[in-house]
């Protein structure tokens, strides 16, 4: 078991902050706790790191602002919300920020902004560059404009989501909680604390319940879960409370706070991670026994004779998920034909391509170099 923090060593850091720490449990924006984060940071870049902030708190300053007590159920009520909030966020950010002479960015991304690849790129760097400019980024989901279909749906995936970008070596999610325990502290008086374990540990996630407020969205399954997803790309997670007094600088002197979960997977590469931070997809396609023999355990790329079924309406270079016969997700990757393409060629051998559609593209329906299996 490691004793010094994984956040020592990080030199790019995205943290998150979650509703009811940004908002003092929805009383209003906590710009005491704001100003420590503020300082805190600073004294990371000062240290050499860099730093990403991902913080949520718009719906909830916005119901505050609105004075609505309870939630919006409707989804334009939430999306005004969003939109008064995250001015107030915005302002805070920049005013506490301001006191150590830091500029900040707003940056608001939906998913599809994250699935479209050259927009991708864009965000990137763009966060790259204001990272060499020395500005802090603060990031949060473009609640105004999202619908079902483009969004994320929680800062904690979101947070991971740009972990992944930009090749963060570490993400910390601050919280309510101290971390992770055995079971939600709010409900069980026994829970144990867990200090370190493995991202992607499946016992992790039976732990892991809800949203212990009405102020946040994602609970702690969505951090157990963004942690698995920051692992991807090497990066560690640490979950701790923001109350904590110096919470990120002692992190970043090497004690251990809060929950450490070790990045150990397989490492992918940026393009495999772009294409496995897919949330939503434009399809799927069903492949027969063999097939599925040929992916997970061969190493093979997947040929349209293998394929039994195609939903959905996609364009060659969408990602589309390749699934067993029960509906079970095997593979998702770049589909090298259009939906309509797809269903004509599915079932026959490659030699039969060019003869069904009058040319050929490539010989494979999905490349293995542009696939990632789950
Ligand atoms: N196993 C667990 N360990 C710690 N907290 C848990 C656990 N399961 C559920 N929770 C709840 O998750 C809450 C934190 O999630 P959430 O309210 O979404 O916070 P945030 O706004 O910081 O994202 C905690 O207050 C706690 O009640
Ligand atoms: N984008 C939303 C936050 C959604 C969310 O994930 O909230 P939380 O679980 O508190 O991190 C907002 O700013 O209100």
């Not at 102020?215 to 560690?236: N, Q």
């Amino acid at each position: 078991m490691n004793t010094t923090s994984v956040i020592a060593s990080a030199r790019r850091l995205v943290i998150k902050v979650g509703s009811s720490l940004v908002t003092d449990e929805g009383r209003g924006l906590d710009r005491q706790a704001l100003s420590l984060w503020a300082a805190q940071i600073a004294r990371l870049r000062a240290l050499g790191k860099e730093v990403v902030l991902v913080s949520s708190g718009a719906i909830a300053e916005g119901m505050l602002r609105l004075g609505w007590e309870k939630r919006p159920v409707l989804v334009p009520e939430l999306q005004a919300a969003a939109a008064v909030g995250q001015m107030g966020l915005a302002q805070a950010y920049e005013s506490v920020f301001a006191q150590h002479a830091l500029h900040t960015a707003q940056i608001l991304l939906t998913h599809d902004d994250l699935s479209d690849r050259r927009r991708y790129l864009n965000a990137r760097s763009t966060l790259f560059t204001l990272l060499r400019l020395g500005v802090v980024p603060i990031i949060n989901e473009n609640d105004t404009v999202v619908t079902d279909e483009i969004k994320v749906g929680d800062n904690d995936t979101l947070g991971a989501l740009v972990t992944n970008l930009i090749e963060a070596d570490a993400l910390v999610i601050l919280t309510d909680q101290r971390g992770l325990y055995s079971a939600d502290p709010r409900k069980d008086p026994d829970a144990r604390f867990i200090s370190h374990a493995r991202a992607g540990e499946a016992a992790l996630e039976t732990m892991a319940g809800g949203a212990g407020s009405s102020l946040g969205k994602g609970g702690m399954l969505t951090k157990i879960l963004a942690a698995k997803r920051a692992a991807g790309s090497g990066a560690h997670t640490v979950i701790a409370s923001g109350r904590e007094a110096e919470v990120l600088v002692r992190l970043a002197g090497g004690e251990c706070i809060g929950t450490e979960l070790q990045a150990s997977l397989p490492l992918l590469s940026a393009r495999k991670q772009w294409i496995a931070d897919h949330l939503q997809l434009r399809g799927r396609v069903t492949v027969d026994d063999g097939a599925a023999r040929a992916l997970t355990r061969d190493n093979k790329s997947l040929l349209p004779i293998g394929v039994t079924a195609v939903e959905g309406e996609f364009e060659r270079g969408d990602v589309v998920a390749c699934v067993d016969a029960s509906g079970k997700e095997l593979a998702r990757g770049l589909i090298n034909y259009s939906s309509g393409a797809t269903r004509r060629i599915m079932r026959q051998p490659t030699s039969q391509i060019e003869a069904l559609l009058g040319s050929m593209e490539e010989a494979e329906l999905m490349h293995r170099d542009n696939m990632v299996i789950r």
